[in-house]
DNA sequence: TTTCATTGGTACAAGGCTATACCTTTGGCT
DNA sequence: AGCCAAAGGTATAGCCTTGTACCAATGAAA
């Protein structure tokens, strides 16, 4: 105990805290679960698709073939995925069973448990991806082949039924964090909104939710295309406020 | 060569990029190497003090002694460790070399092009990751002990020398992460400014600059704890496209 | 001068991860 | 019916990482 060099008193907070964290956040193959995850919980891949092959889905997670073939048997057992030999095989996403007999928030809870304190970290870090995401997609000039896909996506937004809007929010999502030239943000938030799916997935979709919603969809991405970060930011984190309002709202 | 599944025209854009990325950006080693560095580039541990001990380095790493041992070692032949034996022994942080005779940005050049396209990303994301914190730092009711560190930090700063400069605005900047409210951001502020500083270090800081900046610092602590969100966000992009804009005009 | 707690230095065995090569299955195409 | 390309399945040798135990040096305090 007692200080540590500098120590002008103990303000409760390590000073080294910010650099002294683990390396890794687990072994190779448990990291390795998380990322196929990532492209289920994204919707990145839907339901009824194959994943890449495993040698390039090793290669390009840097990962060797065994080690995420242990991954997606993980997955396999868990129902997430089915795996089928021979050439038009592969890893194909299962539909997401839906184990919410009763609708309210008790899987919900078991899930924001596991979280723990990574819960209220998880909602403040989005917020600051995505708000900061929109702020420099807009005052980035987007036009052209962003402006188009930054369209249909909203386009696909608006269209999308129950079933599938989860999916075409994240797609919208994720294409602002990537328009807003930073990989880092987008893989980060990539990180971060699989977290989120993981908790709202445990959640009725309402109808008068997904209007209000889309509208602010419908503004953001006005925003966006005409140049205006502050608005941009505005309605992004009023956005964001009303799904941490949501999760709040069933967790407490 | 083809699309791949979905395949709605390749955008440029691989739709899976986010998520397969690398699940590690190098061994164990070498990501422990980043993290000791990261204490002496943030000035967590100034010159001449020294680091914790192995063993409680290694705990807090998550690594193994023997792989902790050999990350010092390379910083002890690179010329940034001295390590001693015995009791009251340890890693201890040596004062930078000048090796930087010409002032001109040769060596930043140098160290840029290491980064390549990470550059901009690095300024993106830190922009990002520092407007959205000291947005949330002024919405958040900073008071107490919170308070004290941030005007405590400022005073640093205010009262450096411009050998000791750097150092100081790292801690106040950190400080902001860290008081957030999200450790993720701060994490990855104390990641990102670590390369920014690597940069920094190669350019002479001038008292004009200093002292622009300085006045930036106080309005922006003033504005957090004033409860000012909008005016904190401001302050702070302001202050960042200062520290931006030399960079780019010394690669120019 | 002796003691001893603290800190770095070394050795070894076990387990995890990788690279590589080769085998097996599948289903469209000839 | 048979071929064959694409995909999953398996085996092995080697390196990286870890955990554990023990040795060696240092310098303040008794």
Redesign the interface.
Known sequence: MSGT??G?RP???D??????????SGN?FE??VQ?VL??IR?G???EG??L?PERE?AE????SRVTLRDALKVLQDAGLLEIRRGRYGGAFVLPARQDTPSGDGAELRRRAELLGDRL???L??R???E???A??CAARETAG?EE??LR?CLAATASAGLADYRRQDTRLH?AI??L???????????A?R?TVNELLDCIPLLPPNLEHSERQHTELVAAILGGEPERARAVMRQHLAGTAALLRGFLA
């Open positions: 060099a500098a002008t303000t409760g907070a000073p080294l805290a910010a650099a002294l964290r683990p390396v890794r190779t990291e390795t990322r990532q492209l994204l990145l891949v839907p698709e194959r890449p889905l390009r997670l840097q990962v209220e970290d998880t403040l870090f917020e600051v991806l708000v900061g995401a702020e420099l082949e188009e896909r249909e994720l964090a990537e807003s030239g930073s990989v880092s943000v987008a893989a980060q938030y990539a971060v699989s």
